[in-house]
Each structure stands twice: as structure tokens, then as C-alpha cells.
T-cell receptor, first 111, second 115 residues
Framework: RKEVEQDPGPFNVPEGATVAFNCTYS??????FFWYRQDCRKEPKLLMS???SGNEDGRFTAQLNRASQYISLLIRDSKLSDSATYLC????????????FGGGTRVLVKP | SAVISQKPSRDICQRGTSLTIQCQVD?????MFWYRQQPGQSLTLIAT?????????ESGFVIDKFPISRPNLTFSTLTVSNMSPEDSSIYLC????????????FGSGTRLTVV
């Protein structure tokens, strides 16, 4: 079982629609969680950190469910520019702040 | 967020040669991280580089193949040694950015093709 798993997609989303996807992680001791966005041939860029109480940043909402060991990302009112691969990233803690990346979920927003 | 200058941005190398990738950060950071992203894959951590000590390598990566230098708190290099076509990948450095929502900032990556 992979340490961090994501549905690879692609999720084909009409412009203006809402899309949501999850990420599961295997290590219950994981300490922090992030969603990154990666555009084609670009480096990953932090979209948002995920807090225990859930958090929202504009059209993006992230939630953490520690009991079931998953995090989610919801995008409202999708824009064409939201088309990207969304990487779920988990800090497994222990020594050295080791980040573990999911395989990414590809989102394609279409007119 | 921290600004990372990574170079070269891309290179095409002959098998058996070595390439050194550099990352310069605009602020002092304790740890720098080196990742590999193979075609169509997500990122895999190669090693963690601390200033003044040897890098810590992840399973499957060894110092002889990927020697790392960390001479000060703003700079690090990763060398890909004795390259083969299987080393063709994107290599990225990263730092923990405590100023920016405790996320991690990445360099723009080095796209390596070994022929």
C-alpha cells in the first residue's frame, strides 16, 4: 500500500462547477498536510496547508479527517486556470520533516 | 515565500558523465531537500542536506551516486554521477519556508536527459 494515495483522474470539470477529491495516508502519526498544485513542466507550488479544523482559501476548501486518515480538496466555481495536477503532501514527522507525495490528481476544467 | 534559484534548468548529457545541480536560496535555511520526479510520476525524496553534516539519504539512493554538498545555509549542490538513461528525470530542491504558511518552496527544477 502506498503511503499517500490519490485518484489520478483526470477529473473533467465544466467551468463554474464544483469538484472535490480525496487523498488517503497510511501513517497515523503524520503531522502536517498540504495541497500543492503542479502545472505541466513546472515545479509544485503550495496551494494550502490543511488544518485539523478544516480551512478555506477563496474557492478552495481543505478538510482533514484523522480518524479515517484522509484529506480532501474542494474547488468551487472552477476556472479554466484551475486545470493542473493537485498533489497531496503529507509530513510524516519523525526526524527531518520528511514529505511524502501522492501521485497527484489531474483536473481539467473545460469551457 | 523563499526564493530559490536552481540551475541548470535543463541539460542533455552523455551516459557515464556527471552533472552538478545548484540551488541558491535567498535566506538561511537549516535543511534543504533534493527530490526526483520521473516522467509521469510524483516526487520522491532523494536526500536531506544539513549544513555542516553529511546528507541523509532515503532508501534506494546512495551517496556515491548522488553526492550532495551543503557548504553554507543558503546553498547546496546535488551531483548525478555516472549517469545512465534511467537517470533522466526532473530534479528539484526544496526548503521549508517558515515564513509562508509552513509550506515548502521548490526550485524551478532541472530537467535532465541522458542519452
Amino acid at each position: 500500500r502506498k503511503e499517500v494515495e490519490q485518484d489520478p483522474g483526470p477529473f473533467n470539470v465544466p467551468e463554474g462547477a464544483t469538484v472535490a477529491f480525496n487523498c488517503t495516508y497510511s501513517n497515523s502519526a503524520s503531522q502536517s498536510f498540504f495541497w500543492y498544485r503542479q502545472d505541466c513542466r513546472k515545479e509544485p507550488k503550495l496551494l494550502m496547508s490543511v488544518y485539523s479544523s478544516g480551512n478555506e482559501d477563496g474557492r478552495f476548501t481543505a478538510q482533514l479527517n484523522r480518524a479515517s486518515q484522509y484529506i480532501s480538496l474542494l474547488i468551487r466555481d472552477s476556472k479554466l486556470s484551475d486545470s493542473a495536477t493537485y498533489l497531496c503532501v503529507v509530513n510524516m514527522g519523525a526526524a527531518g520533516n520528511k514529505l511524502t507525495f501522492g501521485g497527484g490528481t489531474r483536473v481539467l476544467v473545460k469551457p | 515565500s523563499a526564493v530559490i534559484s536552481q540551475k541548470p534548468s535543463r541539460d542533455i548529457c552523455q551516459r557515464g558523465t556527471s552533472l552538478t545541480i545548484q540551488c541558491q536560496v535567498d535566506s538561511q535555511v537549516t535543511m534543504m531537500f533534493w527530490y526526483r520526479q520521473q516522467p509521469g510520476q510524483s516526487l520522491t525524496l532523494i536526500a536531506t542536506a544539513n549544513q555542516g553534516s553529511e546528507a541523509t539519504y532515503e532508501s534506494g539512493f546512495v551517496i556515491d551516486k548522488f553526492p550532495i554538498s551543503r557548504p553554507n545555509l543558503t546553498f547546496s549542490t546535488l551531483t548525478v554521477s555516472n549517469m545512465s538513461p534511467e537517470d533522466s528525470s526532473i530534479y528539484l530542491c526544496s526548503v521549508e519556508d517558515l515564513r509562508y504558511r509552513y509550506g515548502y518552496t521548490f526550485g524551478s527544477g532541472t530537467r535532465l536527459t541522458v542519452v
